[in-house]
């Protein structure tokens, strides 16, 4: 059965209604990665792989959470919205900042259910977050725009959740538009849509299927490091409000000889960030072969200077390099495990799996997973006979 009716038809069974059926996609990013909380430009997209989430109103004060896929039930009441350190927290930080933000919500039902493997780092928790604020405002009318909306996802997943993230996976997943990419400035979050004119090229990832368990714990790390960072150079620079403010030549001046690491991060951000530039330029050239060097050029900094790659993930990288018909290819997201994105010539495709696969589980002893990507359209409600 279609998983959207699959989904339908389990919140009938629990809750006797008829749900408003939602469609949260994850995302991917070309380049620009941990540029998103150094105020720096990103590049991400809206991707086919989404979590769907089935809503409804309920006549008290009580919130009835499943997890379709993890066979779980969460109950409570809007009275209590404390974090319990499991998947509710994504449902019950997004109410709880509704409810502080001064939003009026009542009682909810919701089953959800996704395509986005779990751990993948294709931002399920950012759709996750999106998806419920998304029916909280259908449901009860709210009125709120869609950036008013992904801030407060965003802000569930730094104060109740408890990860730092920046802004970028709750701004693609709500924002995405089919066939384009968003250019997002994070510090005025002024963004423009470029189309993908990737003609006979395929974004695809390759999942390392590895998640480190210090990921939010060292990404937390990396973000105090860039202000670290940000605090140290403010001394002879006042003006410096973030690393998007920086140069190379302020970074070679004052902290490469003294703080060698946070250099190294900094240092990492700084070029990351003009790489993203260069990036969108080429694109707007149709010059594929510079954007795709770009890439290979965003993971060695993400590796050897950001420190957030893994083993699993750099093998992935390194295959890709030798496959013919690739272009680029890095790691994405906050690193540690999770996807490696590839930009790959569609008739080397066949080709490029086989030999992904097979060398990965030489080296690794894993299995990857490989996933072609189309690029969809922010989260919006959904219905039943679109078939997933
Ligand atoms: C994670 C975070 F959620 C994003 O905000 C971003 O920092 C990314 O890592 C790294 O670019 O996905």
Redesign the pocket.
């Known amino acids: 059965m279609n998983l959207l009716s699959q989904l339908a038809t389990s919140f009938q069974n629990a809750f006797h209604a008829d749900p408003l059926l939602i469609c949260s996609p994850g995302r991917v ?1 070309l380049i ?6 150094n105020e720096g430009f ?1 590049l991400p997209a809206a991707i086919d792989k989404a979590i769907y989430l089935a809503v409804g109103l309920r006549s008290d004060d009580e919130l009835h959470f499943i997890a379709h896929d993890l066979g779980k039930k969460y109950q409570g009441s809007l009275a209590s919205l404390a974090p319990t350190h499991t998947w509710a927290d994504y449902l019950l930080g997004v109410i709880a900042q509704f409810r502080l933000a001064g939003h009026s919500v009542g009682g909810l039902n919701c089953v959800f259910s996704g395509t986005i493997p779990m751990g993948a ?1 294709l ?1 399920s928790s ?1 759709a996750l977050e999106n998806g419920i604020g998304f029916a909280l405002n259908e449901l009860f009318g709210l009125g709120l725009d869609r950036l008013t909306l992904l801030k407060l996802s965003q802000r569930a ?1 730094n104060e109740f959740v408890g ?1 730092k ?5 709750m701004f693609a997943s709500m924002m995405g538009k089919a066939d384009h990419v968003i250019k997002l400035d994070c510090r005025s979050l002024e963004y423009t849509y470029a189309p993908l004119r990737m003609d006979g090229i395929s974004i695809v990832l390759c999942d390392s299927r590895v998640k480190h368990s210090l990921v939010t714990s060292e ?1 937390n790390t990396r973000r105090a490091e860039c202000e670290a960072g940000v605090r140290f150079l403010q001394t002879y620079y006042p003006e410096i409000k973030s690393l998007r403010d920086v140069t190379m030549a302020m970074l070679d001046e004052h902290l490469r000889n003294t703080e060698p690491l946070i250099y190294r991060r900094c240092a990492y951000v700084v070029q990351e960030n003009q790489r993203l530039l260069d990036g969108v330029a080429a694109l707007e050239e149709d010059d594929i072969v510079t954007f795709g060097q770009l890439m290979y050029g965003s993971h060695e900094g993400l590796s050897h200077w950001y420190e957030v790659s893994c083993p699993e993930l750099d093998a992935l990288v390194d295959i890709a390099r030798q496959q013919p018909g690739v272009l680029g290819a890095r790691m994405m ?3 540690f495990g999770g996807c490696t994105i590839n930009l790959v010539h569609e008739e080397s495709l066949d080709a490029f799996s086989e030999q992904i696969m097979k060398q990965y589980k030489a080296q690794t002893g894993k299995d990857t997973y490989i996933h072609v990507c189309k690029i969809q359209d922010g989260t919006h409600v959904v219905d039943e006979s679109v078939t997933v």
């Open positions: 990013n620009g990665e941990h540029t998103d909380y990103v780092g931002s950012a997943e990860a993230v920046g802004i970028m996976d990404y997201g906050g690193g």
